[in-house]
């Protein structure tokens, strides 16, 4: 299971952490990632970090985001920061099959999603 947290309201240009809590014994050796979805859109990856540590992002986030995780707890996080309006979406973590390029990668189970967290960024 997966549920992750952290979500709220946010001025645009500020920061928020979002963390994702993972239950099972694969956590340590999956790829992981963050997605999100906003109102009418597909869900989207937008960072992803290896089992090794190993991260990658999506354009839109690169140089304002950042993937870590914390083996021990079975946690992944998102720190973001420089919020933009169009930031705004319901955030996911997910098992991902990262590859080169970025854009490559994809979910791992695209059928297993557990709770997200709204982020909203305004004004």
């Known amino acids: 299971q997966l549920q992750a947290s952290g979500g709220g309201l946010v001025q645009p240009g500020g920061s928020l952490r979002v963390s994702c809590a993972a239950s099972g014994t694969r956590f340590s050796r999956d790829d992981m990632g963050w997605y999100r979805q906003a109102p009418g859109t597909q869900r989207e990856l937008v960072a992803g970090?290896?089992?090794?540590?190993?991260?990658d992002y999506a354009e839109s986030v690169k140089g304002r985001f950042t993937i870590s995780r914390d083996n021990a707890k079975k946690t992944v996080y998102l720190q973001m920061n420089s919020l933009k309006t169009e930031d705004t979406a319901v955030y996911y973590c997910n098992v991902a099959i990262l590859r080169r390029p970025f854009s490559a990668s994809y979910v791992r189970w695209p059928h297993h999603w557990g709770q997200g967290t709204l982020v909203t960024v305004s004004s």
């Open positions: 970090i290896t089992s090794g540590g190993t991260t």
